[in-house]
């Protein structure tokens, strides 16, 4: 069954860098485009950014867009973003979580993790 | 930027009917998609492309989407639908996925 597990989270002070990772199993990885979707405590879910199968396309939000990059290695079967010059207001629950119809719906969602930005 | 708004919270009985609006400038031309999320958990699917059902998903979920408003109705509730839902669209024009402001559905 598909298995989509985020590591990489903790704490960071403004302005520093954090790399998250999501391991993907259970699927054929390097034919599906990929996101990651956060959620801030107690707030609702914001969708941070989405890579096509083969890396040729990105899409971001406008709020981590020049700050934040979503990255993959298919041989490895794995999901990156870089985040850098983090705020305050990047504190959320990140979630890698993909779906195989593209544009379409998430179909599935890993159980993410924490980043907290906070000096 | 394309908003989709909901209202924040529905209150309904055991085994009555709970509706949840998404609001979103002509939002019938887009295909909308719902997800349900328990505190501590991640999103669920629950209904995809305005009215069709993954696997796994009772049938008394069921959505519809017309002109500005999309529509989740959740038929026959029970205490286990108690939960925070989404809508969610994606918006061709600035290639962003937009979510739901969220509705949180409390069981009476």
């Known amino acids: 069954q598909v298995q989509l597990v985020e590591s990489g989270g903790g704490v960071v002070q403004p302005g520093g860098s954090l790399r998250l990772s999501c391991a993907a199993s259970g699927f054929t990885f390097s034919s599906y485009g990929m996101h990651w979707v956060r959620q801030a405590p107690g707030k609702g879910l914001e969708w941070v950014a989405f890579?096509?199968?083969?890396?040729?396309?990105?899409y971001y939000a406008d709020s981590v867009k020049g700050r934040f990059t979503i990255s993959r290695d298919n041989s490895k079967n794995t999901l990156y973003l870089q985040m850098n010059s983090l705020r305050a207001e990047d504190t959320a629950v990140y979630y890698c979580a993909y779906g195989p119809r593209g544009f379409r719906e998430i179909a599935y969602w890993g159980q993410g993790t924490l980043v907290t930005v906070s000096s | 930027s394309y908003v989709l708004t909901q209202p924040p919270s529905v209150s309904v009985a055991p085994g009555q009917t709970a509706r949840i609006t998404c609001g979103g400038n002509n939002i019938g031309s887009k295909s909308v998609h719902w997800y349900q999320q328990k505190p501590g958990q991640a999103p669920v699917l629950v209904v995809y492309d305005d009215s069709d059902r993954p696997s796994g998903i009772p049938e008394r979920f069921s959505g519809s989407n017309s002109g500005n408003t999309a529509t989740l109705t959740i038929s026959r509730v029970e205490a286990g639908d108690e939960a925070d839902y989404y809508c969610q669209v994606w918006d061709s024009s600035s290639d962003h996925y937009v979510f739901g402001t969220g509705t949180k559905v409390t069981v009476l």
């Open positions: 890579i096509r199968y083969d890396g040729s396309n990105k």
